[in-house]
């Protein structure tokens, strides 16, 4: 296979990169008083039930202030929204407002390890799902959090930083349902033209570099060579890249990390493109609502609340919305645009009678705990700061994910898997991070039980659940926030097959692997009523602990207009409103087989090139469109 040379000399030059900053006890005492006192903060922060925070400091909004005219608005500085205003920044002659309701992320954000923090904090919005009728019983009212970043980059800001694309066949599904440029080979020079894989082993057919996103491997790497058992055991083969051609097995977690630190649509777009003459970054802004002409049908501007006061700013060619599954669809249907009578219920007048909000997919996971028969020492916080600082180490694997194995349970011949499993390896961290929840006494009971120096974990997801959730509005006031219900088991296949992954689990427990570490399951004691392994056993444990992933996508649906959940076309714009797009992962017409940030990138990315190539601006050619 032919190397290009330009690969071979950045492939030398990321060898070369040292990592390393001074290790001065300045910058040690600066970082951990940093940790430390966010620590502290974490343990008594107190969620937000609503975005009140906006409204606030006595201001008036009978004055609506003019915040200027451009030619695009991006709403969201999230994973998606950071590369569209990125991208069309680029075009000097182009003037770009983008508006985040977070503010900006920082040295603490950096720290992958931080992100439980991060999210009992205010860069997280708060939100939580309204009560669950068929699962979440472990939770308080039935309810769980849900984590959305509120800071510049989103959620890639407080999330796992895990780097999935997903499967060929994941893509080819969005192109037949409707959506042709949406197919894996459509949509492969995206992700490597985002992409800087830093690997001695990349298959450059499918694999980028030199892109602004970096992707990493921890270092130092684990010994995988101990799991061999599951190939010989289990019959699981080990996969050098689950990103490249083949993603059925088991490889090593890859992260969206650079020299140990968080990379995010903050640190790899926005940051970089700030000192643009053309590009606008306003944060802490709460959009409202889309101005829209309602003769005419089409987007016109915003209107947001900053610092307690009303402004308006106006697009002369687009609005691009990119909330999140969550917030787009409540801008939208603040705006006039949604369901009938989800408008008319909180008396909005109807712009377009849209199904926003109305097909809500996400993924369900359930973790098991093992105690092994290792107890690995406790370093120092400071200690683990001085790796942090040379770019490897614990705090730059945030809960010690070891590798991912991809399986499908239902179709052993298939290439696109119905389950995700992975590793968790121990987490020997001194400073035990409140984790943020909504459990039960017995669940914390369950929960102070796990030891991080001895325990590990093995967290199991449903890829593709046919379980379909609903974003409503609690009222027309953007104060309040929106009603989340991911209808977590409302189809019985779901509870099945994560019952049926436990038997995936059982037989783990006799490979080499787990014997040789002495294997011990840790009894899920609030579900002893049942006979342990009996199917009511796990099913009382699956119902109490699964919860939904932060994977949400699909409230403003992708797809033709005949498809009866469809709110954009291929090209993203909504239809029936001129001017208008949203780009995040709320347009994906169905699951993928992996995590949800690298698509948002994607989206983002392709995005950027459909809007060029509308208003007449030359893209990369054999990318768009």
Request: proline content about 5%; charged content about 25%.
């Amino acid at each position: 296979m032919y190397i290009p040379i330009v690969f071979i000399i950045s492939q030398l030059l990321l060898l070369s990169v040292n990592c390393c900053e001074e290790l001065s006890e300045s910058k040690l005492d600066y970082l951990e008083e940093l940790v430390n006192s966010n620590f502290e903060k974490s343990r008594t922060y107190k969620q937000p039930i609503d975005n009140s925070e906006f409204f606030k400091n006595g201001g008036s909004f009978d004055t609506i202030h003019d915040y200027g005219t451009y030619d695009f608005i991006v709403v969201g500085a999230g994973s998606a929204g950071s590369i569209v205003a990125s991208r069309l920044s680029e075009v000097e002659k182009w003037k770009i407002l983008l508006l985040e309701a977070g503010n900006y992320d920082d040295d603490l954000t950096d720290i992958p390890y931080i992100y439980r923090v991060l999210q009992l904090s205010a860069r997280n919005w708060g939100y939580f799902t309204v009560p669950q009728k068929n699962g979440l019983f472990g939770f308080k009212n039935h309810q769980s959090p849900y984590i959305m970043g509120k800071v510049l980059g989103g959620t890639g800001t407080v999330n796992g930083i895990a780097y999935l694309r997903g499967n060929r066949g994941d893509y080819d599904k969005w192109a037949s349902l409707g959506n042709p440029g949406w197919s894996f080979d459509d949509i492969l020079p995206y992700f490597k033209k985002m992409e800087n894989f830093q690997s001695n082993n990349i298959d450059l057919k499918y694999r980028g570099f030199g892109g602004p996103l970096n992707v990493a491997y921890k270092e130092p790497k684990e010994d995988l060579s101990r799991l061999k058992s599951l190939t010989t055991n289990l019959g699981i083969k080990y996969i050098e890249d689950y990103n490249a051609k083949d993603q059925i097995g088991f490889s090593r977690s890859q992260k969206n990390i650079q020299c140990g630190k968080r990379v995010s649509g903050a640190t790899a777009y926005v940051r970089p493109s700030m000192q643009r003459h053309n590009f606008n970054v306003t944060l802490k802004s709460l959009v409202t609502k889309i101005i829209i002409d309602k003769s005419t049908k089409t987007a016109k501007g915003v209107e947001f609340v900053r610092n307690g006061k009303k402004y308006r700013a106006f697009a002369k060619k687009e609005v691009v919305i990119s909330g999140g599954a969550i917030n787009s669809p409540q801008i939208l249907m603040l705006s006039g645009i949604g369901p009938e009578d989800e408008l008319k219920k909180h008396s909005i007048p109807v712009v377009k009678v849209s199904p926003v909000g109305k097909y809500l997919k996400d993924h369900y996971s359930f973790k098991v705990y093992y105690r092994s028969n290792e107890t690995i020492p406790l370093k120092s916080f400071r200690e683990l700061l001085k790796e942090y600082i040379q770019g490897r180490g614990m705090l730059t694997n945030l809960d010690n994910t070891l590798t991912y194995t991809f399986i499908n349970t239902k179709n052993k011949s298939s290439s696109v898997p119905n389950l995700e499993f992975v590793l968790l390896g121990t987490t020997p961290v001194p400073n035990v991070i409140p984790q943020l929840s909504n459990y039960i006494e017995k669940i914390d009971q369950f929960n102070s039980k796990i030891n991080e120096q001895t325990d590990y974990a093995i967290e199991v997801y449903i890829l593709h659940p046919k379980s379909v959730g609903t974003i409503k509005l609690k009222s027309n006031d953007p104060k309040d926030f929106p009603l989340i219900d991911t209808a977590i088991f409302e189809a019985p296949e779901d509870l099945q097959l994560l019952y049926e992954s436990t038997e995936i689990l059982s037989e783990f427990e006799k490979t080499d692997f787990a014997k040789a570490l002495n294997f011990t399951r840790l009894d899920f004691e609030f579900c002893n009523q049942h006979e342990r392994d009996s199917k009511p056993y796990w099913y009382c444990a699956i119902q109490h602990l699964a919860d939904p992933t932060y994977h949400m996508s699909s409230t403003v649906k992708m797809g033709p207009q005949q498809d009866p959940f469809a709110v954009v076309d291929n090209k993203l714009r909504v239809y029936g409103v001129k001017n208008l797009r949203v780009a995040d992962c709320s347009v994906m017409p169905s699951t993928i087989s992996g995590h949800n940030n690298a698509p948002a990138f994607l989206i983002g990315e392709k995005a950027a090139d459909l809007i060029k190539a509308d208003h007449g601006i030359p893209v990369e050619t054999g990318i768009c469109c």
